[in-house]
Structure formats: C-alpha cells, structure tokens
Nanobody, 120 residues
Framework: VQLQASGGGLVQPGGSLRLSCAAS????????MHWYRQAPGKERELVAGITRGGSTNYLDSVKGRFTISRDNAKNTVHLQMNSLKPEDTAAYYC???????????????WGQGTLVTVSS
C-alpha cells in the first residue's frame, strides 16, 4: 500500500492551496483518511479527517478555512486550504486507516510529507 501526496508549495498569506493524496495497492476498504501537519519544533497534529461515509472533523484553527473531501472510487482525499496564514506553514502528511485485501483488521498508513509554506 502506498499513499502519494501532492500539492504543497509556497503561497502568500490569504492564498489557497489544494493538497491531494492517492492510496494505491491491495486495498479492500478505506475506513478513514486524514491530514496531519508538523511544523518545525512542534508535534504532529491532526488537521482534518473524513470517514468513508463522509463525516468530517477539523482542527479548531482551520475550521471555516479548510475543507476535506474524498473520492471513494479513486481512494483519494483532498484538502482545500483557503485564507492561508503563516502559522499554517508545515509539512502536511496524509494518513489512511484501511483494510488490506486478505486482512481482517485495519491499519494506519502514511504518505510522504508535502511542504506548505505561507509567506509574503
């Protein structure tokens, strides 16, 4: 199983970015997908999550600015980030809690980080 993240970059304060993460491999079912972030010198924190059924949750500081969505058919999750602030600068990681083909329980898988820099 692989998770491939994309979409990071440099953006000015107030700007927007869209992150995407595609899961591939022997996947039976994806229970939930998440975006985490880790800024230099800080712990990794959960930014947003979405279940297979579409229920979402967000870090308080991104509510109203970020939107998580997923395409179950393509095993893909997106994070639309608007009104970006310098404090959003971090490496963003996608995470999937999924069941592999032949497995009976779910496990967590991580993608590589994609760097988001918000600066003028």
């Amino acid at each position: 199983v692989q998770l491939q993240a994309s979409g990071g970059g440099l953006v000015q304060p107030g700007g927007s970015l869209r992150l995407s993460c595609a899961a591939s491999g022997s996947i039976l079912s994806i229970v939930a997908m998440h975006w985490y972030r880790q800024a230099p010198g800080k712990e990794r924190e959960l930014v947003a999550g979405i279940t297979r059924g579409g229920s979402t949750n967000y870090l308080d500081s991104v509510k109203g600015r970020f939107t998580i969505s997923r395409d179950n058919a393509k095993n893909t999750v997106h994070l639309q980030m608007n009104s970006l602030k310098p404090e959003d600068t971090a490496a963003y990681y996608c995470n999937a809690n999924l069941i592999r083909v032949g497995a009976y329980t779910s496990n967590n898988y991580w993608g590589q980080g994609t760097l988001v820099t918000v600066s003028s």
